[in-house]
């Protein structure tokens, strides 16, 4: 079989069921790799070696240098020294069109897919030959069939919940014939259902003979889930062993260095004199020093916190709680779309809120000041305030937007799953602002898909699902009950 992608778009001729080779060397393997980005070591001599039919974890925390890594694996960045070996065979990528060729598919950690396109359309990218709808839909069919992975074809991205996104990624790759899958922070946007789908479908995808690479920041789906295990600190290679010889306490220590300082849960005692928003009907409130954790399925918490946030229109009409003057944060999912431009300094993206509020002339000094600020107490790796949004990692884009939107000490903070792409230190801060935030009087509404952060942090919880929404305690049986509309809830959407 030709190793290429097939020049007619249907790649009918390839079968996601069928190895690669017989060969019993490795699918991939990198040698001695090493990358400088002028003074900064991103990879000092890294070796890696990922076996056939098997979910190899990478881990490390921000800047480790996981996503350099691959993206050298796939032809996006070209090492300075080393070489990376295709089945036994040295292999030269000079674009990711090189590693295509090789059957080698990445699907990034910041979605690529275009919204106003539709699934087949943004399949179809990439590809060679005439574009047929009807032969891009035969093959994401196929996929489906073979892995579990449907998605309508027709639909129209920019409709698509952030889990149906990540399967159009996916499903992309595997269209292009890709026998090694690489994926950063896939479990990032989805919901608990969502990721355990996830890992059945690439448990095919590997047992029938592909190979997957899992950037996770997630040490739990890496220990439930891949075969073996490699962490990065600092740019080297300090681990590398069977999944089954390791622990979270030893995955943990390696990508840090040391055991992470554990906070012990506290928490919050709201001033119910003081309502700072409401939402509805059905009423959902939040008071100033308290913690709202707001629970739901895929693409259903989002109208509540848009409404909360001021982003979106209440039954009533009117945004939020229709106070005006009140100074609310906003940290969306979607960083990229949302949060930043990614190719303004992050001097300009701080000038971006409540840029439609000001008037007069910028103080740009005062805006550099308050960027370097942000940048130090939120230990957002940048090169100071002039750098892109761009050249930050997603980890640091997360920090920066979150101490953009603390920087005026706003009196409702709303966030959409806050720590998504974080490693567990930088989690833990973010886990600790939103505590001294909500300690000094602010009142927090956030909506997370690890119902374990949401329990630990949330003074409160509301579920959203099956057209109601319903309180809970802060106990995960009691919410996953809820998710699953076993219990009855108390108040319908209107």
């Keep these: 079989m030709d190793d290429g992608p097939s020049a007619n778009w249907s790649l009918t001729q390839a079968s996601i069921g069928q190895p690669v080779s017989d060969s019993p060397a490795n699918a991939l393997e990198l040698r001695g790799i090493t990358k400088n980005f002028g003074a900064v070591t991103a990879l000092d001599d890294v070796s890696l070696s990922i076996k056939p039919g098997s979910i190899h974890a990478l881990l ?20 300075d020294s080393g070489q990376i070996l295709r089945d036994g065979g040295l292999l030269e990528l000079r674009s990711p069109a090189d590693a295509i060729a090789a059957r080698i598919g990445m699907v990034h950690q910041q979605f690529s897919l275009i919204p106003a396109m539709t699934v087949a359309e943004n399949v179809a990218l990439g590809g060679k030959g005439l574009y047929n709808v009807n032969d891009v839909a035969a093959r994401i ?13 027709r639909a129209r991205v920019a409709n698509l919940t952030s889990a149906e996104r990540q399967k159009v990624e996916i499903v992309r790759t595997l269209a292009h014939d890709a026998r090694i899958l690489i994926l950063d922070e896939p479990t990032a946007v989805l919901a608990e259902k969502d ?17 997957v690479v899992l950037i996770t920041h997630k040490l739990q789906n890496a220990l439930d889930h891949a075969d073996e295990v490699s962490v990065l ?7 590398n062993a069977p999944m089954d010889a390791a622990s979270k306490d030893s995955l943990t220590a390696a990508m840090l260095g040391s055991a992470p300082q554990e906070q012990g849960i506290t928490r919050g005692t709201a001033i119910r004199s003081r309502l700072v928003a409401r939402v509805g009907p059905p009423f959902v409130e939040v008071f100033a020093g308290e913690i709202l954790g707001v629970a739901a399925l895929e693409g259903a918490a989002g109208p509540l916190l848009r409404s909360f946030a001021g982003r979106a229109q209440t039954g009533s009409g009117k945004p939020g709680s229709g106070k005006t003057g009140l100074r609310v944060g906003f940290v969306p999912e979607n960083r990229q779309e949302e949060a930043l431009i990614p190719d303004l300094s992050l001097t300009e993206n701080l000038a971006l809120k409540n840029a439609g509020e000001r008037r007069g002339i910028i103080d740009w000094k005062q805006l550099r000041d308050n960027t370097s600020t942000v940048i130090r107490e939120f230990d957002v790796r940048a090169s100071g305030p002039d750098a892109t949004a761009r050249s930050l990692s997603g980890g640091n884009q997360q920090r920066f937007v979150l101490g953009r939107e603390l920087s005026d000490k706003p009196e409702l903070l709303v966030l959409e799953n806050p720590t998504q792409g974080l490693d567990v230190n930088a989690a833990s801060v973010v886990h600790q602002r939103m505590k001294a935030a909500r300690d000094s009087g602010t009142a927090i509404v956030f909506y997370s898909t690890d119902l374990d952060e949401l329990v630990d942090l949330a003074d409160r919880v509301v579920v959203v699902g099956g057209g109601r929404i319903s309180d809970s305690p802060p106990d995960k049986s009691e919410i996953g009950r809820l998710l699953l509309g076993i219990e009855t809830a108390e108040h319908p959407v209107a």
Excluded: C, P, W, Y
């Design 233 to 239: 600190r600092h740019g080297k290679l300090v681990l």
């Design 60 to 79: 490390g925390e921000n800047g480790a240098g996981k996503t350099t890594l691959m993206r050298i694996a796939f032809g996006m960045v070209k090492a």
């Design 195 to 211: 990721i355990g789908e996830l890992f059945e479908q690439l448990r095919v995808f590997a047992s029938a003979g592909g190979s």
């Design 141 to 153: 069919s196929e996929i489906a069939s073979t892995t579990g992975l449907t998605i309508d074809s």
